[in-house]
């Protein structure tokens, strides 16, 4: 049933629905029509969808503005109603959930768009064309849960979206199930994706229980009114409230120690990867700890652990990254420590400049995803296009033995690369300005959020702001080895000499993603603020009061400094002398035993393995071998169960049976057999004698009536 309208309301937040439906009827059109409609037109009905709720997105904006900013509950279906808890069905807008609508369903489209040119190809390099369809049906759904996660009016709608894009992760990490090592490794990465995501969710989860105890209400409106109350009268709990929402966070948005499902997200087609990375799923925790912003600042010991617990992260993975040889797995290290980055920043406070690295990180981490995969698709033309000649020289007689690799031909391994700018100019040029806009380089869009990040945690906590200086330094140098490695030299492999260039529909969202890289900054420049005092509205709503602490051209000198400096390392290593087809990594020369670490990621999958998956495997052997079979089945089973079931039935039957039941049973026939042999003596056959008994019998009846 509809509830009533908030008459205080526009009419144009009304609309604010439809930012879910859309999604949902572009896939439910593309499940209906499955198998009957084209690519493009399966791709473009999803792109429509996302782009249409980019358009209410835009509504609600400009709805908010011509409302000063401030928020607006939009009632939309009862839900919940048990006792005195009343959760309905309703739509929060206001400026801080405008900003995730814009960047989830703006970034989404382009992705979308681009994946309509990617997934033609890898549907058919992975020789299942049948699978498009639902590729964009899984797309649109999760832009659906994610609009749910961001427009909800209480934790438990946002929590509906919370495990609704944990689904969508599942079934597109594993889209292609059947495919990776030994035919199961995708499936495999899905599933960890999953396991990992429910164990932050149950954090996620008594979060909430403990604040309906607290609170008495799920509703934002009334529990952050009744914050500063209950941080006094209850502070245990409400920094146990924190916590568990930090586990929450650690899970969905990939911190220490529940990072490890993320770089294996990689197993998808790569708009997924951007998908995920970008603008849905991984911005979740840090949305959370912002829209929680009420309840955090009441408990600095909750701030001071989501801070510490976002700094190590972006140190941690940075170092991880400068490992790696996958072009995808570097940029899956690069968003847990970005990530980091954005989670340290609203830990300490610093919401509004954590919210703007999470937009611009969105556009630019988008850009080195997509782009990836056009690189990606360019070595698999180059491939394809070798096989194509291959096969054309056979048949002409030509046999002709191509020398072995000395790597066993991968796509995305950036030692088979190299070179790539002369072939896929297009795609080198937005990948650099991504990769600069990632490193802090002025006058990108990293630069600025970066730099605000640095200058707050500069102010309020310098530990945190060691490790983030750091991790900056790292991740200008490894974007640095990347550039080098798969952009310059010459081509180590024949696929890397005979890459292709990308179609249009691909490379356009490129350059739309690569000027909001490059321009993104504007959107909080030193200043203006504008990003600030938008978000404002809703901070100062919920009496959040936000510093805003001048631009220091000290921080963002040193910064800059330290980014070129680090950029400078890379191109020492890698781009003044290019590897070599066959070449070692330089790095692993001069840092010996750490670049090994690196490269093995610090075994932290091991460690799990060993501490975690090993253990689990021995207690379920443990539980099956000894309990289920050895004391269950042999022993209760066959000693307990059995043996007293015998031992009872022996009781029933010799005892209760045989000495009981059968005793009377034959003890009446032997009394019944006893009295019939004497009664016998009575049946002689003569008349005589039973004239006489009948006699006596009436002389008896006759004497007992007279005496009577």
């Not at 310098?462 to 900056?472: E, Q």
């Not at 006893?674 to 009846?701: D, E, K, P, W």
Request: charged share 15%; hydrophobic share 55%.
């Amino acid at each position: 049933m509809l509830l009533s309208e908030v008459s205080s309301s526009p009419a144009l937040f009304h609309l604010i629905p439809w930012i879910v439906f859309f999604p949902v009827i572009g896939l439910t059109l593309n499940i209906i029509f499955n198998g009957r409609l084209s690519e493009k037109v399966v791709g473009t009905i999803a792109s429509t969808a996302s782009g249409l709720s980019f358009v209410i997105a835009v509504l609600m904006a400009w709805g908010l503005a011509q409302n000063h900013g401030e928020p607006v509950v939009v009632p939309f279906l009862e839900w919940i109603h048990i006792g005195t808890l009343q959760l309905d069905w309703a739509f929060q807008v206001d400026t801080l959930s405008v900003v995730m609508m814009l960047v989830v369903s703006g970034v989404g489209t382009l992705i979308h768009i681009y994946a309509i040119g990617y997934m033609h190809e890898d549907v058919q390099h992975q020789g299942n064309p049948r699978m498009y369809p639902r590729f964009f049906v899984f797309f649109n759904l999760f832009i659906a849960m994610m609009m749910i996660l961001v427009t909800g009016a209480s934790y438990t709608m946002l929590f509906v979206g919370w495990e609704g894009v944990g689904l969508c992760s599942y079934l597109l990490i594993g889209f292609w199930f059947d495919k990776g090592e030994d035919g199961i490794g995708n499936a495999l990465a899905g599933k960890k994706a999953f396991i990992v995501n429910r164990i932050g969710d149950f954090g996620f989860l008594v979060a909430m229980f403990l604040t309906f105890w607290a609170f008495g209400s799920l509703n934002f409106v009334d529990v952050f009114a009744k914050a500063p109350e209950v941080a006094e009268a209850m502070p245990g709990v409400v920094v146990a409230i924190t916590l568990f929402m930090l586990l929450g966070v650690t899970g969905k948005s990939a911190q220490l120690p529940l990072f490890v499902w993320l770089p294996d997200a990689m197993a998808g087609p790569t708009p997924v990867s951007a998908l995920i990375h970008a603008a849905t799923m991984v911005t979740a925790g840090v949305y959370l700890v912002a829209r929680s912003a009420p309840i955090f600042v009441h408990v600095p010991t909750g701030q001071n652990a989501v801070a510490w617990v976002g700094g190590l992260t972006a140190l941690f993975s940075a170092t991880i990254a400068v490992g790696q040889y996958d072009i995808k797995k570097v940029l899956a290290y690069s968003t847990v420590s970005q990530l980091g980055f954005m989670v340290a920043a609203v830990g300490m406070g610093a919401f509004v400049a954590g919210m703007f690295h999470l937009i611009t990180h969105a556009f630019f981490k988008a850009l080195l995803f997509l782009s990836a995969g056009s690189v990606i698709q360019g070595m698999e033309r180059g491939e394809h296009h070798i096989a194509h000649h291959a096969h054309d020289d056979l048949h002409a007689g030509k046999k002709k033995r191509k020398k072995k690799e000395e790597h066993a031909f991968d796509p995305q391994d950036m030692r088979n690369m190299g070179g790539l700018r002369h072939q896929m100019p297009v795609t080198f040029w937005v990948y650099l300005t991504g990769a600069v806009a990632l490193a802090g380089v002025p006058p990108l869009a990293g630069f600025f959020s970066k730099d605000e990040i640095l200058l707050e945690a500069s102010h309020l906590n310098t530990p945190v702001y060691i490790l983030l200086v750091l991790a900056a330094i790292l991740t200008a140098f490894y974007m640095g080895r990347q550039i080098f490695m798969v952009f310059y030299g010459e081509p180590r492999t024949a696929p890397a000499e005979h890459a292709e260039e990308s179609p249009p529909v691909m490379t356009i969202p490129l350059m739309i993603l690569a000027f909001l890289a490059f321009f993104g900054g504007l959107l909080n420049f030193p200043g203006i603020q504008t990003l600030e005092h938008w978000l404002e509205h809703t901070f100062a709503f919920f009496e959040v009061e936000l510093e805003s602490l001048p631009f220091s051209p000290a921080v963002a000198t040193l910064s800059t400094i330290l980014a070129l400096a680090s950029i400078t390392a890379a191109w020492f290593l890698y781009g003044r002398e290019p590897l070599k087809k066959g070449e070692p990594d330089p790095l692993r020369r001069i840092l010996g035993p750490v670049f090994t670490g690196m490269e093995s990621k610090w075994w932290v999958d091991e460690v799990y393995w060993f501490l975690i998956v090993d253990r689990y495997v021995d207690l379920a052997w443990f539980l099956a071998d000894y309990v289920d079979w050895r004391f269950w089945h042999d022993w209760f089973h066959e000693k307990v169960i059995l043996a007293g079931y015998n031992a009872f039935t022996r009781i029933l039957s010799v005892r209760v049976d045989l000495g009981g039941i059968d005793r009377i049973a034959n003890g009446l026939a032997e009394g019944t057999q006893a009295l019939a042999a004497r009664m016998r003596r009575l049946q002689t056959g003569y008349v005589r004698n039973y004239a006489l008994s009948v006699f006596l019998g009436v002389v008896v009846i006759i004497g007992y009536l007279m005496f009577r």
